[in-house]
């Protein structure tokens, strides 16, 4: 039995059922298809996002961090973006945590196999957009490296609303592969189902008990699965939670700790020129000059009715910026964060998240709002509006200058416009036991 229907538990169910093994696989959420995904974001985010897209870190500021709670998990609603993991974080892996076998290169093949599955590919030119050509354009200006991102979006036609829904099925979230793949092998599928419990015999997992909802009759059953194997693939928040609920696994200490979450920022820029950023894949560009220090750029453009809620202004200003979105252009970055906080259960049974942004975390924030204005500056841009409270609008870059020279000191937590996607850590792995929850 594999709970959950996202990147880890579809592969797994996938995988198991080709080899023969009778698979179930139990979702909280709702089985959706492309007749589902209208184009329509604030419906769509109510449908497809945990808590209509409101879940929090909270902690010296609040961080939104949007899930998936549907068929594909948040694959389902992310841009398809396909990195591999970098060799210097699997080789911290062997060094810290005695994955020897999980060190550079060991991983290859697996990678491999994945993208050809998916698709994976750079992004093509006719989907990409004005926004990359603007960041093309600054990023050679200063000499950077820069390209398309890969996706797992073979077929893309560029509708730029990814992350509510492909509406055409091209990209391969794992509602549209791996979960077909394993129905294909004869698995079960039972969606609109949140498992309860974690069925014991002795010291082992022996199956779950969930409540199902959302049938025709709109009636609560209760739904035993007895298994060989339990696969908890509930994501960094709920699996925790599921684990403390249950006495499971937790002899280290850990679960729920370690917490990081890769914290993301964008900026805006005004140009003269016409960018209609929401033409185009919601994030297919990056630049790659910053990785060392732990910075990475990404992005294009939300759909204007997200776009508009990130404004950050109200009143008048906010229908000027909303009458010249045509012209602003929107990139994005996220830090490797030094950064831990920690998932507990709450009071009502779900993930309550803490996390602290730390001083160093903020002035890695601020250095890259640095880096990104002068991108848009050489690119021609007339003005640039940090996601930040303070330093809210350059004109120059003396503007620059001092965001660079002042910024670091001044900015906390709470000054910064943050929303984070790369939840990890909580159920950590290891050769240690007593410092490893898997």
């Known amino acids: 039995v594999v709970v959950g229907t996202g990147a880890g538990g579809a592969p797994v169910a996938a995988r198991l059922a080709a080899r023969g093994h009778a698979v179930v696989m139990v979702e909280e959420g709702g089985d959706y298809t492309?007749?589902?995904?209208?184009?329509?974001?604030?419906?769509?985010?109510?449908?497809?996002?945990?808590?209509?897209?409101?879940?929090?870190?909270?902690?010296?500021?609040?961080?939104?961090?949007?899930l998936g709670r549907t068929v594909g998990g948040t694959t389902t609603i992310n841009s398809?973006?396909?990195?591999?993991?970098?060799?210097?974080?699997?080789?911290?892996?062997?060094l810290e945590h005695g994955l020897r076998s999980l060190g550079p290169g060991s991983l290859d093949a697996h990678f491999e196999r994945v993208e050809s599955l998916l698709g994976v590919a750079p992004t093509s030119p006719e989907t990409l957009g004005e926004i990359a050509k603007v960041i093309a354009r600054g990023a050679d200006a200063l000499g950077y490296r820069h390209g398309p991102l890969l996706r797992n979006a073979p077929g893309c036609d560029g509708q730029a609303v990814c992350c509510f829904g492909c509406p055409t099925d091209a990209k391969r979230s794992t509602n549209v592969s791996y979960v077909p793949l394993?129905?294909?092998?004869?698995?079960?599928?039972?969606?609109?189902?949140?498992?309860?419990?974690?069925?014991?015999?002795?010291?082992?997992?022996?199956?779950?008990?969930?409540?199902?909802?959302?049938?025709?009759?709109?009636?609560?059953?209760?739904?035993?699965?007895?298994?060989?194997?339990?696969?908890?693939?509930?994501?960094?928040?709920?699996?925790?939670?599921?684990?403390?609920?249950?006495?499971?696994?937790t002899s280290s200490g850990e679960v729920g700790k370690n917490l990081s979450i890769h914290p993301a920022g964008y900026a805006f820029a005004k140009f003269r020129e016409p960018?209609?950023?929401?033409?185009?894949?919601?994030?297919?560009?990056?630049?790659?000059?910053?990785?060392?220090?732990?910075?990475?750029?990404?992005?294009?453009?939300?759909?204007?009715?997200?776009?508009?809620?990130?404004?950050?202004?109200?009143?008048?200003?906010?229908?000027r910026d909303l009458e010249e979105l045509d012209t602003l252009a929107?990139?994005?970055?996220?830090?490797?964060?030094?950064?831990?906080?920690?998932?507990?259960?709450?009071a009502?049974?779900?993930?309550s998240v803490r996390y602290r942004l730390n001083d160093a975390d903020v002035r890695t924030v601020v250095r890259?709002?640095?880096?990104?204005?002068?991108?848009?500056?050489?690119a021609g841009a007339e003005e640039?509006?940090?996601?930040?409270?303070?330093?809210?609008?350059?004109?120059?870059?003396?503007?620059?200058?001092?965001?660079?020279?002042?910024?670091?000191?001044?900015?906390?937590?709470?000054h910064l416009a943050l929303s984070a996607y790369h939840p990890l850590g909580t159920c950590r792995m290891g050769s240690d036991p007593r410092r490893s929850v898997v």
């Open 330 to 346: 929107n990139f994005g970055f996220m830090v490797s964060d030094t950064s831990r906080g920690r998932v507990t259960r709450g």
């Open 182 to 249: 394993a129905l294909q092998h004869g698995a079960m599928l039972f969606h609109h189902a949140r498992v309860a419990r974690v069925l014991r015999e002795g010291s082992r997992a022996a199956g779950v008990e969930a409540v199902a909802t959302g049938g025709a009759d709109g009636v609560r059953r209760r739904l035993v699965v007895r298994a060989r194997a339990v696969v908890l693939a509930c994501g960094t928040l709920h699996t925790p939670v599921v684990l403390l609920e249950n006495d499971l696994a």
């Open 80 to 94: 398809g973006t396909c990195y591999r993991t970098p060799p210097d974080v699997q080789r911290r892996w062997a």
């Open 275 to 319: 960018i209609r950023g929401w033409s185009g894949v919601p994030q297919g560009y990056a630049i790659e000059e910053q990785e060392h220090l732990g910075i990475r750029f990404e992005g294009a453009f939300p759909p204007p009715a997200i776009a508009a809620a990130a404004l950050g202004t109200i009143g008048p200003a906010w229908t």
């Open 34 to 66: 492309r007749a589902d995904f209208v184009g329509r974001p604030l419906e769509l985010q109510r449908k497809l996002y945990r808590d209509g897209g409101l879940t929090f870190a909270l902690g010296n500021t609040v961080i939104p961090l949007p």
């Open 368 to 378: 890259a709002q640095a880096e990104l204005a002068r991108v848009f500056f050489a």
């Open 384 to 414: 640039v509006r940090p996601g930040m409270s303070i330093f809210t609008r350059l004109r120059s870059l003396a503007d620059v200058e001092v965001l660079e020279r002042e910024g670091p000191d001044r900015a906390r937590a709470h």
């Open 348 to 351: 009502d049974g779900h993930p």
